[in-house]
Structure formats: structure tokens, C-alpha cells
């Protein structure tokens, strides 16, 4: 299985990715999260990066080719990959293809997880990781218990640097000037498939599996 997951930020493609790789064993490649490591390390291109994200703008090209080059080389995508958060702009949809054809591996499916923008503000607004269990929760959506349970174990609700609101509403907007333009790529491709993104993660994942077949 060699798949894309598209979507608006907080649309959710990183969890489904994440319940994906677990089930099927394949390697999740998140750009958004390879850079996230590299500014938590302290290395020359997390320093490069960091404010760039922040603002909720796009890292170059260059940078995220050389990431997603990198990752494809391990021997854990041998079998298979779910690239979450790449590619985000039609001259990285390209170099992508370029690259799969190069070593034999095109693309399978590119998968779009369709929520509605006010539902997205709110996922992102009220985003929180626990700095203990790692889990991901929401201030809005997230049950008192759950909430509890970070607390109670010492942990402390950490927001990401850019789920504040002018960083989101920028992130929609490249969002829709730079990423939408990757649907009608695809789907002359024929590689589009389309899930509703709404609702329990566990209905949205039931949804991924019936339309990837799997
Ligand atoms: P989200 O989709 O929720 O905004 P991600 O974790 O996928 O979060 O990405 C966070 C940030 O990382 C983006 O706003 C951007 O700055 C950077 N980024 C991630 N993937 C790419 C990419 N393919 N091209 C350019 N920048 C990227």
C-alpha cells in the first residue's frame, strides 16, 4: 500500500495515518512531524525552520524533497508508506512522482479526509498533547476523564507553537491556495479517493478502510 493522505490541517490525516501504521505495520512519514524533531533537537535545520512554521507558512521545497527522499530509503517502507502532510503543493506532487517512478513504487491512492473549515479552527484552537502519556486531546471535544487523566498523572497540556489562532488561519489559507489544487491533480490521475472526515476518529478510520480496500 502506497498512499497519500490530503487534507486541511486538523482534518485529522495524521491520526488516521497513525491508526494505519499501526494496523498494517508501514512506516508513517509526516513531514510536519520530521521538522517538528529537527527544532526540538536543535539542529541546523530545525534552527532554519522553526520560524517559518511557527507563522504556519510552507518550508521549502527543497528541504521537504530531501526529507521525504531520505525516508523512502529506509527499509521500512520496502512494503509500503502513508505520507502524511506531503505533498502540499503541485511542484512537490511532482518531484514526488518523479521520484516514486525512479524507483518503481507509484502511487496507489491519494486519499482526501474532507472536514469542514468552522469544525477545523476548533480542532486546532483547542488542540493539547499530555506532556506525560503523549496523547492527543482537545479543550473543546476531549471528556472531563480524559482531561483528568493527564492532569492526575502530573502532566501538563502543551500547545503546539502554531495552534494559535493567527498561525491557524493562515495555515487554512496556504491550505487552500497551495494544497486544494492537488485534488483535480490527483483525481486526473485517477488516484482520488474522498472520506468524510466528520465525526468519532474511529467511524473516519471504519471509512478509510472500506474506501482503500483494505
Ligand atoms: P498541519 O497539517 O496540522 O498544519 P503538519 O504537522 O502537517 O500540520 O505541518 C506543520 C507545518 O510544517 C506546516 O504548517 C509547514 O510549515 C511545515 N510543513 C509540513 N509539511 C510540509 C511540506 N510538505 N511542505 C512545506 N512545509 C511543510
Known amino acids: 500500500m ?7 490541517p486538523g482534518s485529522g490525516k495524521g491520526t488516521q495515518a497513525e ?7 508501514l512506516p508513517q512519514i509526516s513531514t510536519g512531524m520530521l521538522l517538528r524533531e529537527a527544532i526540538d ?3 541546523e535545520l530545525g534552527k532554519k525552520v522553526q520560524e517559518i512554521m ?7 521545497d527543497q528541504i521537504v524533497l530531501d526529507l521525504i527522499r531520505e525516508s523512502l530509503q529506509q527499509p521500512d517502507s520496502a512494503n509500503g508508506f502513508v505520507l502524511d502532510g506531503y505533498p502540499r503543493n503541485i511542484n512537490q506532487a511532482q518531484s514526488l512522482e518523479d521520484l516514486l517512478n525512479s524507483i518503481n513504487k507509484p502511487l496507489g491512492s491519494a486519499l482526501l479526509v474532507d472536514v469542514d473549515s468552522e469544525i477545523l479552527i476548533k480542532r486546532l484552537s483547542g488542540r493539547r ?5 503523549g496523547k492527543t486531546l482537545n479543550v473543546y471535544f476531549s471528556s472531563e476523564d480524559e482531561i483528568n487523566e493527564c492532569i492526575d498523572s502530573g502532566g501538563e497540556l502543551i500547545q503546539r507553537e502554531d495552534d494559535n489562532v493567527e498561525s491557524i488561519t493562515n495555515r487554512i489559507n ?7 489544487p492537488l ?11 474522498v472520506i468524510d ?6 467511524d473516519v478510520y471504519d471509512r478509510v478502510i472500506k474506501t482503500l480496500e483494505l
Open 174 to 180: 496556504v491550505y487552500k491556495e497551495q494544497t486544494e
Open 41 to 43: 533537537q536543535g539542529t
Open 54 to 60: 511557527a507563522a504556519g507558512n510552507l518550508v521549502s
Open 19 to 25: 491508526k494505519l501504521m499501526e494496523d498494517y505495520n
Open 197 to 202: 472526515g466528520e465525526g468519532k476518529i474511529t
Open 183 to 193: 485534488i483535480d491533480f490527483y483525481k486526473h490521475k485517477n488516484l482520488l479517493k
Open 129 to 133: 498533547t499530555c506532556s506525560i502519556t
Open 2 to 8: 502506497r498512499i497519500i493522505l490530503l487534507g486541511a
